[in-house]
């Protein structure tokens, strides 16, 4: 099977959408200060946002793994189990980390203002879809998931400042 990052760093038209309006690059992986999982599993950063956000994968293997997401302000989510379901909720809800109550009229709103900005969102990220050969679900379906993972996510995904021991505050809550 293909890596997807590789893929992503194949097709310009799924690297341009990531990028913008999915606020993922590939190239900020280094998050801005050292930390760690409570659990001791192995964190490794492997894209990041414009505002110093990282995205890291946990525990040992592929892109498989489960990926938390970790901003630059002190707070942290599990946001995906594998980098598949991590793209499918950047290219159909890029608005994510906006949604606070995860529900479908919150997330319409968010839709509104973003396609306010970038009409032809839907066809750029059928486009990268495509290039990355993958599904794409509901944005219900994605956001649903995000909630599920982030909230139910144990204490093997809480992530610490490693300095200090300070535990980074969960982004998503119950």
Not at 24 to 36: G, I, M, N, T
Not at 55 to 72: H, I, K, Q, T
């Amino acid at each position: 099977m293909r890596s997807l990052i590789a893929a992503i760093a194949d097709h310009d038209d799924a690297a341009s959408f990531l990028m913008w309006p999915g606020d993922f690059e590939l190239d900020r992986k280094d998050h801005v200060e050292e930390v760690h999982l409570a659990s001791g599993a192995t964190l490794e950063g492997f894209a990041g946002d414009g505002a110093g956000g990282t995205y890291f994968f946990c525990g040992d293997g592929g892109e498989e793994r489960p990926v938390l997401y970790a901003d630059s302000e002190g707070g942290a989510a599990l946001v995906a189990i594998g980098l598949e379901h991590l793209l499918q909720l950047l290219l159909v809800a890029p608005w994510w980390r906006d949604c606070q109550a995860f529900t479908a009229e919150e997330s319409q709103e968010l839709a509104t203002e973003y396609l306010e900005d970038l009409p032809d969102l839907g066809e750029r990220r059928d486009r990268a879809a495509a290039a990355l050969g993958i599904d794409l679900p509901t944005e219900a379906e994605v956001l649903a998931r995000l909630h599920r993972v982030a909230t139910e996510a144990g204490d093997d995904f809480i992530l610490v400042f490693t300095p200090e021991g300070n535990e980074y505050e969960r982004l998503i809550t119950a």
